[in-house]
T-cell receptor, first 114, second 112 residues
Framework: AAGVIQSPRHLIKEKRETATLKCYPIPRHDTVYWYQQGPGQDPQFLISFYEKMQSDKGSIPDRFSAQQFSDYHSELNMSSLELGDSALYFC?????????????FGPGTRLTVT | KQEVTQIPAALSVPEGENLVLNCSFTDSAIYNLQWFRQDPGKGLTSLLLIQSSQREQTSGRLNASLDKSSGRSTLYIAASQPGDSATYLCAVREGSQGNLIFGKGTKLSVKP
């Protein structure tokens, strides 16, 4: 079965640079969620999209922005990177028409800011 | 604001033991609760999902229970194996389209 795809899997950037993380949800899933997991921390919700519209916002810094495109893939854009942005970034997708609307997680993108 | 707490933070047991991981949440108005496994530096593997109307779910050696009114869930692992060593995360969802709110996890080590 198709799973959530995230790219790249690893990314190394320097301070003040920008980064773009991509997420390809499971086919026919209409909702995408982004989470950030810092070293030794639990995943924290950043932002979500339903049918290409932002549906909820969590602890996402103003330096970050995200969108969902017409093909339902989503991109998380991160600017003016800081050392503290180093983390594992997860994308999850779900379908509102599926039983329990379960979230399925991608493998994550590990971002290292040096 | 919903808060999820997991106890203990770390647990070390000998192989073969049965064990229980605990999860508590402050607001009982949840949609569902999910247990995940995470290996070091890796992604999240969903183990069990319990809807708010359910009391328990089972998968192999794993059994998760939910007592929504008291804000508690337990993950029971039978006959633990070294391969079970990982961090186990509990997460609650407050609405059908809501995000997940995670606990800080229990780091399990099963010694041969």
């Amino acid at each position: 079965a198709a799973g959530v795809i995230q790219s790249p899997r690893h990314l190394i950037k320097e301070k003040r640079e920008t980064a773009t993380l991509k997420c390809y949800p499971i086919p026919r899933h209409d909702t995408v969620y982004w989470y950030q997991q810092g070293p030794g921390q639990d995943p924290q919700f950043l932002i979500s999209f339903y049918e290409k519209m932002q549906s909820d916002k969590g602890s996402i810094p103003d330096r970050f922005s995200a969108q969902q495109f017409s093909d339902y893939h989503s991109e998380l854009n991160m600017s003016s990177l800081e050392l503290g942005d180093s983390a594992l970034y997860f994308c999850a997708s779900s379908s509102t028409i599926n039983l329990f609307n379960k979230q399925y997680f991608g493998p994550g993108t590990r971002l290292t800011v040096t | 604001k919903q808060e999820v707490t997991q106890i203990p933070a770390a647990l070390s047991v000998p192989e073969g033991e049965n064990l229980v991981l605990n999860c508590s949440f402050t607001d009982s108005a949840i949609y569902n609760l999910q247990w995940f496994r995470q290996d070091p530096g890796k992604g999240l593997t969903s183990l069990l999902l319990i809807q708010s109307s359910q009391r328990e779910q089972t998968s192999g050696r794993l059994n998760a229970s939910l007592d929504k009114s008291s804000g508690r869930s337990t993950l029971y692992i039978a006959a633990s194996q070294p391969g079970d060593s990982a961090t186990y995360l509990c997460a609650v969802r407050e609405g059908s389209q809501g995000n997940l709110i995670f606990g800080k996890g229990t780091k399990l080590s099963v010694k041969p």
